[in-house]
């Protein structure tokens, strides 16, 4: 039988459903249970804090970028290794794209059929609090909200109010405990969310401490007694995105650290091996791989050390002059222009093997999903190829536009533009590509 699944969601982002999860996750692999984790939507960051938790990758879902079969392919993997598996949402439950919410939480509640467990922040409430689950649990007939864990909690005597409340307001969803409130469960954040797991030298402390404050409180037995199998079933092996080659190295390092579990799996099932090295340690890319992959991160923060590397900018030239593919993805993309100028202003030498320069020293926002369509032949497909993916920086490009790589759109519909640039076997755009259409 399939691993069974819950959904760990709430109302609004910035409720505390991330720590949760984390602190579920440690909870039930302390307690030697074979837990894995998805994480619904394009985020990077939550995945690598739920790996570091569980001890096991934790791949996206994401019901608007993903074909069926990509999230049936992609469940099948995270089930074979796991015994219970938790997902945390994005955002609020029911929140996703404009009023209709495609692409939401709820969605892919709907998909699988993983019953819902609640994280409800009733700081500065009471019985307000239960007004919100009943809201919460109505709203879609085809969604099932079975659990309500309070969080933030002022005492017992704000607990059990609230609890009391809950269960006269929706009798049907199990109260599972209370977590208190705590400055101590709060990580440090930057402007693309949560500082990288990688960079926290106390994660382990972190972690354990988390699950440790939810222990007494939360009924782990009840929650997982919750969980049920999905209703996806796999038809096929992963394939979201073609391999880039055979041998394709794989930056990864602070400074490029956004890749898809889910992207890299597909790529071993085709065949291809994947070797990675650090432009942050100016190591180069292994000399045999006939293509290069550069994933986003923040190279914006390692400008000045990118720049004094010379193996690895080295090496992509040659890479790039032999014919081997180069490809890049948002801070990868940035990484193979001409130059990356960071907030102050500073410039900074980058590969130089696509017509590009980027700068941070005038900040704009680029936010939201994406759907786009190869313009010229490339390892991605050919041209009419279509893929969905999503776009989240902070960085203005400028410089000569090159040939273009994609036509693109909103997930609204609405016209975009070209994005991304190519020359020869070198090409990447700001877009994180999820799934083929």
């Not at 999503?390 to 975009?416: I, K, M, N, P």
Request: net charge neutral; charged share 20%.
């Amino acid at each position: 039988m399939n691993a069974p699944g819950l959904i760990v969601a709430a109302a609004a982002s910035g409720t505390g459903k991330t720590t949760l999860t984390l602190a579920l996750l440690r909870l039930l692999a302390r307690a030697g249970r074979r837990v894995a984790s998805a994480k619904t939507g394009p985020d990077y960051i939550d995945p690598a804090f739920h790996a570091a938790a569980s001890g096991r990758a934790s791949f996206n879902l994401d019901p608007w970028a993903m074909r069926r079969e990509t999230l049936a392919a992609t469940l099948a993997l995270i089930e074979a290794e796991a015994e219970l598996i938790l997902c945390e949402g994005v955002m609020g439950l029911f929140d996703g794209i404009g009023a209709s919410g495609e692409g939401s939480t709820a969605d892919l509640a709907a998909l699988t059929g993983w019953p819902v467990v609640i994280v409800l922040d009733v700081q500065g409430q009471a019985a307000t609090a239960a007004a919100v689950l009943s809201g919460l649990a109505r709203h879609r007939r085809d969604v099932s909200i079975a659990g309500v864990i309070l969080n933030r909690v002022g005492s017992p005597a704000h607990a059990e109010t609230v609890a009391e409340a809950c269960r006269r307001a929706a009798p049907e969803i199990a109260v599972l405990g209370a977590v208190a409130r705590s400055v101590e469960l709060k990580r440090p954040e930057r402007h693309l969310g949560l500082v990288q797991a990688r960079e926290h030298a106390d994660l382990a402390v972190f972690l354990d401490r988390a699950a440790t404050a939810i222990e007494s409180g939360v009924d782990l037995a009840a929650l997982v007694g919750l969980a049920k199998p999905s209703g996806l079933k796999a038809s096929g092996s992963l394939a979201a995105l073609p391999p880039l080659g055979q041998r394709i190295a794989v930056a990864d390092d602070l400074a490029f650290a956004f890749t898809y579990p889910g992207v890299l799996a597909g790529w071993r099932a085709a065949g291809a091996e994947i070797a990675s090295f650090s432009p942050l340690a100016d190591e180069a890319p292994d000399a045999t791989a006939d293509a290069v992959f550069l994933p986003g991160g923040y190279p914006e923060l390692h400008a000045g050390r990118l720049a004094a590397g010379r193996r690895w900018k080295q090496a992509l030239a040659d890479a790039a002059a032999r014919g081997a593919v180069v490809y890049g993805e948002c801070g990868g993309y940035m990484a193979l222009g001409q130059g990356l100028v960071d907030a102050s202003g500073t410039r900074h030498a980058m590969a130089g093997v696509l017509p590009l320069e980027t700068s941070f020293a005038e900040r704009k926002l680029h936010l939201g999903y994406r759907e786009v369509t190869c313009a010229a032949p490339t390892p991605l497909g050919a041209a009419g190829v279509r893929y969905r993916g999503h776009e989240f920086h902070y960085a203005r490009e400028t410089g000569d536009e090159g040939v273009s790589l994609f036509r693109a759109q909103d997930a609204h519909g609405r016209d975009l533009g070209s994005a991304g640039r190519r020359n020869s076997s070198v090409f990447g755009s700001f877009l994180h590509l999820i799934d083929r259409r």
